[in-house]
């Protein structure tokens, strides 16, 4: 897997789907003369070399369009944190040093952060921007500069320690063990994926090749996609963890990352195949109040939430456009869920795509209540009036 991940990126990221943005910018002269780019995000200051933007012209590769995958792994760990203290954390494909940094500076003595990369260039950027942030590289010449005066011992002093190393990703994961990315016992590997092509039943061979699995285009495709890449990983266990995801949802709000909030609750009410509904009071608490609540106060509010639902997960989704019938208006989302909640199925929508509908209906079922709730695209009287200019037109 690791191998895989190098392959891609070598040959650089397909571009995500998320747009989210990076916070604050502006330009420094390098001591070339070339300005570089001082990026923000999350509390954590970057300083990007030219190009930073293309991975064949640049080491220091930035993603902007990954923060919201950089907040979820985020979340993740600071989840895990409160379940084992301190927690090793490999982040082996280091560049800017950017998901690292993040983890050791609001984090800080609960995670014991690693950042590796084989670039000379990217090492020492990454020491760079830990001097940046006030962050003391362990074992490293590099780091925040002594205080100059006793008075200012508080100001200058380290927030958090980690280390960095040169070394190849599969080297340093042979050497040691770690709690998050390479994974001792009951750890957790964070695996992102842009193998689009084969994971989307573009290159059926390719699929075969790296996944070992056999695809057909289904409306599914997509959560297919998610699970050949667990199955690869370690075939298989369950897709979703309801306590695992409230948690991550507690951490969001405390850490004020409103943007991958929604995402969050839709995959909480994914897992339960539930409705946002039974999230209202909870959600909009979270939503409302989350920058003023503490980190207790938050993980109250999610305790608060619906107990686990203990019933097998429904498998799948279906596309409510993929099944919509000709000469017929479909009801909206919301409605339709309302509709198969009614009939007695449980139902959730699907982070995986915005016109999917995750449900224990059958195929069968799913389109009955379809066909149900859908009206004629046009009423009666449109339609005499077309068959008035039919019978018009010359034979």
């Not at 800080?108 to 921007?129: F, L, P, Q, Y």
């Not at 942030?133 to 780091?143: C, T, W, Y």
């Not at 990703?169 to 992102?192: E, W």
């Not at 409605?335 to 199925?345: N, P, S, V």
Request: hydrophobic share 35%; glycine share 6%.
């Amino acid at each position: 897997m690791v191998s895989h991940l190098k392959r891609h990126v070598n040959k650089g990221e397909t571009e995500a789907s998320y747009s989210g943005s990076s916070d604050v910018q502006f330009e420094e002269p390098t001591p070339s003369g070339q300005a570089y780019e001082i990026l923000k995000e999350l509390g954590t200051n970057v300083q990007l070399l030219p190009n930073h933007t293309t991975p064949q012209k640049s080491d220091t590769y930035f993603n902007r369009k990954m923060k919201t995958n950089r907040q979820l792994v985020f979340c993740s760990i600071a989840v895990l944190a409160e379940e084992r203290n301190p927690l090793e954390c490999l982040d082996a494909f280091g560049a800017t040093g950017i998901m690292g940094l993040q983890w050791a500076k609001h984090l800080r003595n609960s995670v014991r952060v690693t950042i590796t990369d084989i670039s000379d260039i990217c090492v020492k950027m990454i020491k760079e921007n830990c001097e940046l942030n006030n962050i003391r590289v362990d074992g490293g010449s590099r780091g925040p500069r002594a205080p100059e005066k006793a008075g200012s011992e508080a100001e200058t002093a380290p927030i958090a320690t980690l280390e960095v190393a040169k070394m190849d990703a599969n080297v340093i994961m042979h050497l040691r063990s770690f709690d998050y990315i390479n994974v001792r016992n009951l750890g957790i590997i964070s695996v992102t994926s842009t193998d689009t092509s084969s994971l989307y039943a573009k290159s059926p061979n390719v699929t075969l090749r790296h996944y070992g699995c056999h695809i057909v285009r289904t409306e599914y495709y997509k959560e297919l996609a998610a699970r050949m890449v667990v199955a690869s990983v370690a075939r298989s266990g369950p897709l979703f963890n309801t306590g695992f995801l409230r948690r991550m949802l507690s951490a969001a709000v405390q850490h004020n990352m409103d943007d991958i909030q929604p995402l969050v609750k839709t995959l909480i009410c994914e897992s339960e195949c539930t409705t946002l509904k039974s999230l209202v009071h909870g959600s909009s608490a979270l939503t409302n109040q989350g920058k003023r609540k503490s980190g207790e106060e938050s993980g109250n509010v999610v305790k608060k939430l619906k107990p686990e639902v203990s019933l097998e997960h429904p498998p799948f989704y279906y596309s409510i456009h993929r099944h919509s019938i000709r000469g017929m208006n479909m009801p909206k989302l919301n409605k339709f869920l309302q509709y198969l909640t009614e009939a007695g199925f449980r139902v959730s929508r699907t982070h995986f795509d915005p016109t999917g509908v995750r449900t224990n209906a059958t195929l069968q079922q799913f389109k009955s209540v379809l066909t149900k709730y859908s009206v004629p695209t046009c009423t009666n009287a449109g339609a005499s009036a077309q068959m008035s200019v039919s019978a018009e037109k010359p034979v």
